[in-house]
């Protein structure tokens, strides 16, 4: 028996351990619950995606978490962790974007 998951499955998992990690790192950090819950949603978004086969909720979710890096980044002007966690978001989103559009054709 064999266990195969394709790129776009890793990238979502990894996505989602990033997200829920750096929520927890927050918590511990500063003692940011909003950082805390954040992350455990994200982390739950986006294995739940990855766990019904459905990788565009990924997509969405992605995409609604780089425009809220975005605006947190405008609002502070702080690269860290809002900055690296906006590049990281629209990466994710992009490679996927392309990936699931290009299955669809």
Partial sequence: MSFSIT??????LVYALFM???GWIG???????P???AGV?????LVVS???GQPWIAVGA?????????????????????????V???VVFIYLLIQMLGKSS
């Fill in 7 to 12: 790129q776009e499955e890793l990238v979502i």
């Fill in 20 to 22: 829920g990690l750096g």
């Fill in 27 to 33: 918590f511990k950090k500063s003692g940011s619950t």
């Fill in 35 to 37: 950082s805390l819950i």
């Fill in 41 to 45: 949603a994200s982390f739950a978004v």
């Fill in 50 to 52: 990855y766990i019904i």
């Fill in 62 to 86: 992605s995409a609604l978490l780089a425009v809220v890096f975005f605006r947190r980044v405008s609002k502070t002007r702080k690269l860290m962790p809002s900055g690296m966690l906006l």
């Fill in 88 to 90: 990281i978001s629209a």
